[in-house]
């Protein structure tokens, strides 16, 4: 199956607001049964954040946006959303216009060399080189 065609859209009520997902997507459905996806890793990234007083948080490949709007509730920096699927990111903008976070930003990029095949058009790399893989601190 291509990852970056459209989908059917489901909607949840997760634990930090109402979500859509892809429908039968794996995330989707945990958003359905339980309201959270990876709740533990996403109290783990938030507890390290907090210790090491970083301003930042950077989700790559945020998917549907579960982590990021997790992130964006409980942060007080900025959190930054960056998903590469056309559909995805699509579901993404929709739940960060949903939750309605002002710390929360969303971005189409793609990470060069992270998936070789998939079609690139009209998606900027971030920063350098793409074989370089830099990432862009502006």
Not at 37 to 59: H, K, N, P
Not at 99 to 124: C, T
Request: aromatic residues 6%.
């Amino acid at each position: 199956k291509d990852l970056d065609q459209p989908c059917a859209v489901a909607y949840a009520i997760a634990r930090h607001g109402p979500m859509r997902g892809a429908q039968g997507d794996l995330i989707s459905r945990c958003l359905g049964l339980y309201g959270e996806w990876a709740w533990l890793e996403t109290l783990f990234i938030l507890r390290v954040a907090a210790l090491s007083g970083c301003e930042r948080i950077v989700d790559i490949g945020a998917n549907i946006g579960s982590l990021s709007l997790a992130f964006a509730n409980h942060f007080p920096g900025e959190v930054h959303a960056i998903e590469g699927s056309a559909s995805n990111h699509a579901i993404l903008l929709e739940n960060a216009r949903l939750a309605g976070f002002h710390n929360l930003q969303v971005f189409r990029r793609m990470i060069p060399g992270i998936n070789p095949g998939q079609d690139r058009r009209g998606i900027a790399p971030i920063g350098g080189h793409p074989q370089q893989g830099q990432v862009n601190r502006a």
